[in-house]
């Protein structure tokens, strides 16, 4: 440290004349850079038999720097068995003093330890297992409570069922009508530049209809769903739990079954296919927009065709896809709302992974149902 | 901006000037006037939900008045421009009546952030400066805990090492023991006194602990529930002997009243 830097903190030891006398000056208020330290060893020229004390004449303004230096100090003296004489110093230093415990934490931050794949590959096998058969017991006691409440004998209060409908339905309306319509169109116009090749353009009728039924309008309405829906069932109860909320729910008697996630599930249950519905039917209609515009199809030549195109056994499985999608996206989203951490950043996470598990699954369910199509021959 | 006049040492630190609070169309309090002195323990008192806590969020600065000046110095809080109340911001430490820590950080680094923000020191340095925030309220060894992980007293104290951050002369403690045993809310008033004197802060608190405001508080301000207006001036102790409104003295001596 240099002591000729005017106003910047600096101390020095002497020990001439048989005394430990350690000289503090400056402004020690330093608001960047490093603070003064006081070595571990800073007392190792000083005299065992005399006592520590201070002269603070030419001490200026401090802050809790100071402290902390003087911390340290005590520490090396009594490390060194020096008596700490803080007669000298400023009153409201020694006050701040007398609150410190004498030593510092020796403790180093916690520290991971080694990856180990092994144990790495262990706890995910007992993790997937856990979430299994957690998921399994959640599915058991909903549908369960389900069936109650169908009977008229669960305890599901209307009023939440209600709100999370118009939640799930009325107010996702436009984000399905506008991705529906574009992917209808957007299947016209890819259709309409290959079948114009060999003049069969009124088969965009056909190409639309089947893959919009059959595929895209389910899945499209299901990964609206996760994004919207699922993060938002996630995040709710996420913050319930972090306030106490969940706690309070179980200590009164009142299942979390039957209060959050039946109302949640069933109204997904409820809205999903019959957007899936509306949402073929937006299709439909831009798929239409473009191909009377670009084909010169007439308007009752591609509703005709679309009407000898799309058999009914389609719809039916769309609907039943539709309402497998609206199970499982209900279900995990609470589930991972109910498995969060407490803190703030946890609400985050678990909404983050609710919308990808959503998505993920969604598409995943969606090939599994295709192969089950392909081995019934629907 | 007006002229204000030269900040002295013998005018008052903080000066509440007819200050009316109001969320919106609902008035909370009304014609508040007060002067807080350097160096005192000044005490909002009153009666629950009549408005302590926003009484404090203005003199934080999270609530504008409807009405009135809050001067600190003699500078204008509202009145100056946003850099000059930020600069006056820092001189605050505030301890939230629900420690308000940052959940996904550990105590460590709740404490490390303000300073990590707002001054240019290495980390070395602000490692120590936590480890002495810490130490001095008696948290050193939850240093790497999670909020998540402490109990209620605990948070306290840790809200209070991460208020001292960055060496505050004005700190506001709402409701400091809500929720504390006596004996921890007794040492909890200890620590506020001792830290008053050793850091020479003027502390500002929000409470309607009386054993504690007994203990800790010079001066003070009561809060009347009906009228939503401030009906007497003076230390916690002079209000329960001497105040002439009856109402103010019950609620100091913990008798019942019709009006409470």
Request: net charge neutral; with cysteine.
């Amino acid at each position: 440290m240099d002591a000729a830097t005017e106003g910047s903190p600096h101390w020095q030891l002497e020990t001439a004349g048989g005394q430990n006398r350690l000289t503090l000056s400056g402004d020690w208020t330093a608001q960047r850079g490093s603070l003064p330290r006081f070595p571990a060893d800073g007392l190792r020229a000083a005299r065992p038999a005399a006592p520590l004390v201070f002269d603070t004449a030419p001490l200026g303004r401090w802050n809790s720097a100071l402290v902390t230096f003087l911390w340290e100090v005590r520490q090396a003296a009594a490390d060194a068995g020096i008596a700490f004489d803080g007669a000298n110093l400023p009153s409201s230093a020694n006050k701040l003093l007398g609150l410190l415990p004498p030593a510092r934490v020796t403790q180093k931050p916690r520290r991971r330890g080694w990856f180990n794949p092994l144990a790495a590959l262990g706890s995910w096998t007992l993790d997937s297992l856990t979430e299994v058969g957690v998921l399994t017991e959640l599915t058991a006691t909903t549908t369960w409570n389900g069936a109650r409440a169908v009977l008229g004998r669960s305890r599901m209060r209307p009023v939440d069922l209600l709100a999370n409908i118009r939640d799930a339905g009325p107010d996702s309306l436009l984000i399905v009508s506008i991705v529906n319509f574009l992917l209808g169109a957007i299947l016209a116009f890819v259709g309409a530049v290959q079948l114009e090749k060999f003049a069969a353009g009124v088969y965009v009728a056909d190409l639309v209809g089947i893959a919009m039924v059959r595929e895209m309008a389910a899945v499209m309405t299901a990964i609206i769903m996760a994004g919207r829906t699922g993060g938002a069932y996630a995040a709710r109860i996420a913050t319930m739990l972090g306030n106490e909320e969940i706690d309070a729910l179980t200590v009164t008697g009142i299942p979390v079954s039957s209060y959050l996630i039946l109302p949640s599930v069933l109204a997904l249950v409820i809205t999903m296919p019959l957007l899936y519905l509306y949402g073929c039917l937006v299709s439909m209609v831009g798929g239409c927009v473009v191909a009377v515009a670009m084909l010169h199809v007439t308007l009752a030549g591609y509703v005709t065709q679309t009407l000898g195109a799309v058999p009914f056994s389609q719809f039916i499985f769309g609907f039943i896809k539709a309402i497998v999608f609206a199970v499982f996206i209900g279900l995990i989203s609470c589930r991972i709302g109910l498995k969060a951490g407490r803190s703030a950043a946890d609400v985050g996470i678990a909404a983050t992974r609710a919308v990808v598990v959503g998505v993920v699954g969604v598409i995943a369910i969606d090939s599994l149902f295709a192969v089950i199509a392909n081995a019934i021959g629907i | 901006m007006a002229v204000e006049a030269p900040a002295s040492h013998s005018a008052p630190l903080l000066r509440l000037d007819g200050v009316t609070l109001a969320y919106g169309p609902k008035v909370i309090q009304k014609n508040i006037s007060m002067d807080v002195r350097r160096g005192s323990v000044f005490a909002v008192m009153g009666g629950s939900g009549c408005g302590k806590s926003t009484v404090l969020r203005s003199m934080i600065g999270l609530l504008r008045p409807a009405a009135g000046h809050y001067r600190l110095e003699g500078v204008d809080y509202w009145a100056a421009n946003d850099a000059r109340r930020t600069m006056m911001a820092q001189r605050f430490g505030v301890l939230f009546q629900s420690s308000a820590l940052w959940s996904s950080m550990t105590v460590g680094e709740n404490v490390a952030l303000p300073m990590q923000m707002n001054t240019r020191l290495d980390a070395t340095s602000i490692r120590a400066q936590v480890e002495l925030k810490l130490g001095l309220v008696g948290m050193l060894q939850a240093i790497d805990q999670y909020p998540s992980e402490l109990s209620g007293g605990m948070k306290k104290r840790a809200g209070l090492a991460r208020a001292l951050a960055l060496d505050p002369d004005i700190l506001f403690f709402d409701e400091p023991s809500a929720g504390l045993d006596p004996i921890t809310s007794a040492r909890l008033d200890e620590l506020i006194l001792n830290l008053r004197d050793g850091l020479g802060a003027t502390i500002i608190i929000v409470s309607h602990e009386l054993p504690s405001l007994f203990t800790i508080a010079d001066d003070g301000i009561y809060l009347d529930n009906v009228t939503r207006t401030p009906i007497a001036h003076g230390s916690p102790r002079y209000l329960r002997d001497h105040c002439d409104d009856p109402q103010v003295r019950a609620f100091m001596q913990r008798l019942p009243s019709n009006t409470a």
